[in-house]
């Protein structure tokens, strides 16, 4: 074993039995969760509390994705709010890790489910005759896919491009392939194994198609 794979074996170790004290503090409205980023597809090495319902070897989620693509330039993201697709509202940080060398290998996540805080807030204010903020009605709060298939992950991005695009990924012109591609490239989705596979066959294309889409990505930014 490398003496990074080693550090990062001993940082991993050292933070399992932190995250359950981290969610203790909080109480039951919140989840902490472990990512070893060198396993993508199951990047979830413990999970204390139960917000986001993951498991110890589920794969990341988006937010995770985005983390991993920004690699070096990954950094703390804390106190952002989310939506689970129940339309739950999440504030989450997100704290990434990384060994000796300065490497990127995990993150450290904390996600408090304020449902029941946006409640109570609603009933003091309505006792007070006050106006409060009703989180849920937050425009624009982005929809995160927290759940612990790979497939389904791919999916929703892929979707949501989809939306964004206003036009059936299988009736894109080259040009509208190649941002949707740009998209997904700059979301992390290809750090998952057999990803490419999957997002050929939603856009209805081979994935020779899409690896040369991909390869044009690559000589446009200048990548080696």
Do not use: W
Request: glycine residues 8%; charged residues 25%; negative net charge.
């Amino acid at each position: 074993m490398s003496d990074s794979a080693h550090t990062a074996d001993a940082v991993f170790a050292a933070l399992t039995p932190v995250i359950d004290g981290i969610a203790a503090t909080f109480g039951r409205s919140c989840e902490v969760v472990l990512h070893d980023y060198r396993h993508p597809e199951r990047s979830v090495v413990a999970v204390a509390g139960s917000v986001t319902g993951r498991d110890a070897g589920d794969a990341m989620s988006e937010i995770g994705l985005r983390v991993l693509a920004a690699g070096q330039d990954a950094r703390n993201e804390v106190g952002y709010l989310t939506r689970t697709e129940d339309g739950r509202v999440i504030r989450s940080s997100t704290l990434p890790l990384r060994d000796l060398d300065g490497t990127l290998i995990g993150a450290l996540c904390v996600n408090v489910d304020l449902s029941a805080i946006n409640r109570a807030a609603g009933v003091l204010s309505d006792l007070l005759g006050l106006s409060a903020p009703d989180l849920a009605a937050t425009p624009h709060m982005p929809t995160t896919n927290f759940s612990g298939d790979v497939d389904q992950v791919v999916d929703s991005l892929v979707e949501r491009a989809e939306r964004a695009c206003a036009v059936p990924v299988t009736a894109l012109d080259r040009e509208q392939r190649l941002e949707l591609v740009r998209s997904l490239h700059d979301a992390g989705v290809f750090a998952l194994r057999g990803a490419p596979a999957r997002v050929a066959k939603r856009l209805g294309v081979s994935r020779a198609g899409l690896y040369n889409d991909l390869a044009i990505l690559k000589n446009e930014s200048g990548q080696p």
